[in-house]
């Protein structure tokens, strides 16, 4: 699939501020700066459409993205260690939570996962989150590209997450700086579309 245009829709603080839930949304989550900006802007081939921050926690809205003026693509705020309040950090996944629960055009997430670090808790128990709530999921190991990166992280967290579930959700291996990863997630975006008559 191509991206012919992508176009900022707005940022939102409530998920009945969110656009009307009439085209297909596909939302990217995962902790503190695990590179959901980086790969938003990978996967439309715009070096600025989603902010960049090294500092955890920059997100603190849902930001919708009108691809191809078909579908979104919507960054949400990560989980997890981020420079606020315990009060604020609670705020945020209540509403995070809120969103995957009530938007009834949300057709995946994509949880994006460290492959330079071994499995974290955090990460663990909102995989075994989203199957309890049974909302669609694949999982993508981000910065795969640096010198850090160990495959075996991944094979620990495959292993660990098996300990409790009988299969595993489709899983992808990216890179924003060397774009790997970003043919086989539109494909498997525009097979969705497909089957929903996008």
């Given at each position: 699939?191509?991206i012919?245009?992508s176009v900022?829709?707005?940022s939102?603080?409530?998920v009945?501020?969110?656009?009307?839930p009439n085209?297909?949304?596909y939302a990217?989550?995962?902790?503190?700066n695990?590179?959901?900006?980086?790969?938003?802007n990978?996967l439309?081939?715009?070096?600025?459409?989603?902010?960049v921050?090294?500092t955890p926690?920059?997100?603190?809205t849902?930001?919708h993205?009108l691809?191809n003026?078909r579908?979104y693509?919507?960054?949400?705020?990560?989980?997890?260690?981020a420079k606020?309040?315990?009060?604020?950090r609670?705020?945020?996944?209540?509403?995070?939570?809120?969103y995957?629960?009530k938007?009834?055009?949300?057709?995946c997430?994509?949880?994006l996962?460290?492959?330079?670090?071994?499995?974290?808790k955090?990460?663990l128990e909102?995989?075994d989150?989203?199957?309890?709530m049974?909302i669609?999921?694949v999982?993508?190991?981000?910065k795969s590209?640096?010198?850090?990166y160990?495959?075996?992280?991944?094979?620990v967290?495959k292993?660990?997450?098996?300990?409790?579930?009988?299969?595993l959700p489709?899983?992808?291996?990216?890179s924003?700086?060397k774009?790997?990863?970003?043919?086989e997630?539109?494909?498997?975006?525009?097979?969705i579309?497909v089957q929903s008559?996008?």
């Open positions: 699939m191509l012919k245009s900022f829709v707005g939102f603080t409530t009945s501020q969110c656009p009307k085209k297909p949304e990217f989550i995962g902790r503190s695990v590179g959901k900006s980086s790969i938003i990978m439309c081939e715009r070096k600025a459409l989603a902010r921050s090294n926690g920059k997100t603190q849902i930001n993205f691809i003026e579908w693509l919507v960054d949400l705020p990560g989980y997890g260690y606020i309040s315990k009060t604020q609670k705020k945020w996944e209540q509403f995070i939570r809120s995957l629960n938007r009834s055009n949300l057709q997430v994509f949880l996962i460290d492959a330079r670090i071994p499995p974290q955090i990460d909102f995989a989150w989203m199957g309890e049974k669609p999921f999982i993508v190991f981000t590209d640096d010198k850090k160990k495959p075996e992280n991944i094979k967290f292993n660990t997450m098996l300990e409790t579930w009988n299969s489709q899983m992808f291996l990216s924003s700086k774009q790997k990863g970003k043919k997630i539109l494909d498997f975006i525009h097979d579309n008559g996008i």
